[in-house]
């Protein structure tokens, strides 16, 4: 078995016979309503198949079966407990149906209704036979990720293109199993399709040991993203510290451009350039031409804008922080291998790249992320689609909020095209998120596919139900009950709207997202306090969190060599020149 496979569940067993358990009052678009025969003694304990919220029934027409998921249970006028004389009311949300009779054989089951049942019309319960029909397994490409709710011998797929052609969400608030949904989507993709292409943006470090050897690490310690790949909008954002200065931006821009067409013509490159275009420069050559400008000037006052420029950039050439945008002095085209790292060309066993974020200096961490999404891109856009990309977004109300005070617009910006356009050019979209009511209008319309955790938030609760069709908000309102590793999966990645039960990850594979203990911490003062105190000083001070889980080893861990940059996959060589 591949390293990334799930262990299925049981193989389905047999069930009882269907059983009549009301009939048809009320029918209005895909709603139905019907009213329960009342069989139940007093003090009886509920008959087999009495509904449930989330269960499947079932409903005959002259020539069809027509089947819908109960979403609502109630007692209009209840009386005193033994005075009888009470209705009890369903409320069905209708999926779809089988052309056929019980008697004559089913064929199989489709979305939509075209003959609804008729006032009066019982309504039964569903058995083995049904469920198979209506949670079959898809004819087109598919994965398993987990087993139907209303049972758990019946497994539960995704449509793969489907599902990564048209965007899709997983949102869940925190404890619920969202980290690890994640990384079961991914691993069950990845383990039918090992070539693929996936980059995910780890604010965390929780996927690290999630993907095994499938999976490349980059850090912040051997992550090459040099400052040249930026466009003008996102090195004027780290240079300029967001400060709105058009005389200070135009210095800027026409410097950029002007070290550009230096480089490109010592390469014996002719193309045309503009401040946007992804071609090396040198710093010192930015340095120079400021220097030189500045010998040109009459008044003393105008020097101030060069020197905010020229020391800016001084102070992150020495800011060990920004080492992987400003590696040293000297300066490689190596585009080509950055890009084969990225996003894993060729594959090389390792069909995913995981980017730790954690270690990214928080104010630039919005400008590294629309870096990479705008990449991601336009690779896919340039490549004419010969390399299909999935960008998993972990996080993404960091960096895609709704509000317009947060965070640097181009990311939004960039999120949005992809979402928007992404597909026409294989690149697929991930939104991750644990509160999806304070991501950015538009981002979660363009998935097409949710996967809904459990959900605690009321904001969170009405923002999901307002992305839906209106057949799947029915069974939105179990999200608040959802246990952990459960969820509601609606859209085009499914064939029917239903409630999984992911499948159980190895222990060794579950992403590092669970919650500290402090019951077991606070019940012993450690040994070793003042190393730990020590360690976390140098980490603070070099900017450099440890991977290790034991703080007993933090001091050495901490004082290991940093691991060598991993050689860049597929690529032609680099011209390098002095910076």
Known sequence: MSELAIAEGPAPVSREKSARIGRVVSVEGSQVIAILDDRQAEGESPAPGSPQIGALM??????????????????????NAGGGGEHKI???????EAEGSPETGLRAFQRGVSAHPALGDPVFTTVLEDLSKVYAKPTV????????????????????????????????TTGSGKSCAVSLVLRAILSRHNHGHVLLLDPHNEYSRAFGKAAEIVTPADLELPYWLMNFEEIKEIVLSGRKS???????????????????????????ITVDTPIPYRLSDVTRLIDERLGKLDRPEDNAPYLRVKSRLASLQADRRFAFLFPGLQVRDNMAQVLSRLFRIPVDGKPITILDLSGVPSEILNVVVSLLCRMTFDFAMWSDRASPTLLVCEEAHRYASQDSTQGFEPTKRALARIAKEGRKYGVSLCV????????????????????????????????????????????????????NAEAIVVGEGVSVPYRVCFDIL???YRPKSGTASFAKAWDSDPDDGFDIVGATIRRWRRQQRS??????????????????????????GARTSTS
């Open 58 to 79: 079932k409903m005959r027409t002259p020539e069809t079966v027509v089947y819908g998921l109960v979403t609502g249970l109630s007692i209009p006028d209840p009386v």
């Open 506 to 508: 190895p222990d060794q």
């Open 547 to 572: 991977g290790a889980g034991a703080t007993k080893a933090a001091a050495e861990i901490d004082a290991a060599p940093a691991p060598p940059a991993s050689a860049a996959n597929g690529a032609n």
């Open 246 to 272: 058009e005389r200070e931006s135009t210095i800027l821009s026409e410097i950029v451009v002007a070290a550009k067409r230096l480089y490109q013509r010592e390469a014996g490159d002719t193309d045309v």
């Open 141 to 172: 490409s598919c994965v398993r990720i987990g087993a139907i709710h209303q049972d758990k011998s019946l497994p539960a797929f995704v449509l793969t293109d489907d599902l990564l052609g048209k965007h899709f969400a997983i949102l869940g």
């Open 90 to 96: 369903m409320e069905l949300e209708l999926l779809g």
């Open 432 to 483: 991750v998120s644990q509160r999806p009511a304070e991501l950015a209008p538009g981002m979660l319309s363009q998935c097409s596919t949710i996967f809904a955790l459990r959900l605690s938030n009321q904001k969170d609760q009405e923002f999901v139900r307002g992305v839906l069709s209106e057949s799947a908000v029915g069974l939105m309102e179990s999200l608040p009950s959802l246990r």
